[in-house]
């Protein structure tokens, strides 16, 4: 079974950082990877798939990276609305959602 | 909009069974393949199931293989789940989700149904 990994686990960040999030993919799942965004009580939220699209509605300081094994999401300037999970999720072997990067306030 | 209501969720006694139901409008249905998606309570998201859009296929994890059944009625606009010999680790939030096209695996969620497996 493929195993996803995140760092960090947890992140504290003001508004205004840029912000990296890395997943690691126990073998290759070429570009079918996508980041989600998940608030408490609200659904999960598409942000990027195929490791670097936007998803349409994303907002634009929202990007993705990677290929492979190795993947990154990167917010260029934090908004308060930012402070969230975060979850990675390979559909190249079937599905798996990665462990989950929380983000808070510093 | 595209709108999806998960129901059926609640209390159940480990060993029993429950059905989710998820009812889908906004789309059509027919023409897509829908996910059951769960997060157990201060856990991670955790992909169950997958069916296709006209229910030829059927992808499990193996922690619910035997023991979940995943279809869906085109007729209804409705997606089901079917969950029985129910664990206490079965405890989470079960969400319904849309496959979106061939490079987006998921794009659109419902809001979540608890199901709470306790004695």
């Known amino acids: 079974d493929i195993q996803m990994t995140q760092s960090p686990s947890a992140l504290s960040a003001s508004v205004g950082d840029r912000v990296t999030i890395t997943c690691r993919a126990s073998q290759s799942v070429s570009d079918w990877l996508a980041w989600y965004q998940l608030k408490p009580g609200k659904a999960p939220n598409l942000l990027i798939y195929e490791a670097s699209r936007l998803q349409s509605g994303a907002p634009s300081r929202f990007s993705g990276s990677g290929s492979g094994t190795e993947f990154t999401l990167t917010i260029s300037s934090l908004q308060p609305g930012d402070f969230a999970t975060y979850y990675c999720l390979q559909y190249h072997w079937g599905y798996t959602f990665g462990p989950g990067t929380k983000l808070e306030i510093k | 909009q595209v709108q999806l209501v998960e129901s059926g969720g609640g209390v159940v006694q480990p060993g029993r069974s429950l059905r989710l139901s998820c009812a889908a409008s906004?789309?059509?249905?027919?023409?897509?393949?829908m996910h059951w998606v769960r997060q157990a309570p201060g856990k991670g998201l955790e992909w169950v199931s997958y069916i296709s859009y006209d229910g030829t296929f059927e992808y499990y994890v193996d922690s619910v293989k035997g023991r979940f059944t995943i279809s869906r009625d085109n007729s209804k606009n409705k997606l089901y789940l079917e969950m029985n010999s129910l664990r206490d680790e079965d405890t989470a939030v079960y969400y319904c989700?849309?496959?979106?096209?061939?490079?987006?695996?998921?794009?659109?969620w419902g809001q979540g149904a608890l199901v709470t497996v306790s004695s």
């Open positions: 906004g789309i059509t249905f027919k023409s897509y393949g």
């Open positions: 989700a849309r496959k979106g096209s061939t490079m987006i695996p998921i794009d659109y």
